[in-house]
């Protein structure tokens, strides 16, 4: 079994991880300076967010990264299993990690909306790609 396939999925979990870390600090820095102030909202989650917009950023980040990427790694599962790890496969879960971080890294910077659809949207071909050739 080639185990390359492997090495996405990986990078793909350290975004998510690194997101965790900034959602971190972002969140544990806005309590400790007084930003944010209503804990309760932690309670429940429900009601609107007591946070600053940095913070939800983040948050909403992470709740991207268990969205669509959920696809991705069976995707990558699939591939290794039937074994269908080749150029192709490993340049598409590439491609798609590739966009995954440049969505992230838009999302928590300027959050420049047109430019983060697009990658977002961009990110669905080669994950549609990368299922369509371990298909076939």
């Known amino acids: 079994m080639d185990k390359s396939i492997f090495y996405p999925m990986l990078a793909m979990m350290a ?3 690194g997101v965790i870390m900034l959602l971190a600090k972002r969140r ?3 309590i400790k300076s007084g930003e944010t102030k209503d804990l309760s ?4 989650l429900g009601g609107p967010s007591t946070e600053p917009e940095a913070v939800q950023v983040a948050q ?9 990427p959920v696809l991705f790694y069976p ?18 879960a590439w491609a798609y990690v590739a ?5 992230t890294l838009v ?15 961009l990110s669905f071909f080669p994950l549609i790609g990368l ?4 298909a076939l």
Do not use: Q
């Open 75 to 92: 995707a990558c599962l699939a591939a290794a299993f039937f074994d269908k790890v080749d150029t192709v496969s490993l340049s598409l």
């Open 15 to 17: 975004l998510t991880f």
């Open 107 to 121: 999302h928590v910077t300027n959050n420049n909306v047109p430019v983060r659809f697009r990658l977002f949207f």
């Open 28 to 30: 544990f820095g806005a």
């Open 131 to 134: 299922w369509v050739w371990v």
């Open 60 to 68: 909403r980040n992470l709740a991207n990264l268990f969205e669509m």
């Open 99 to 103: 966009l995954r971080f440049l969505h």
């Open 41 to 44: 909202y932690f309670k429940t």
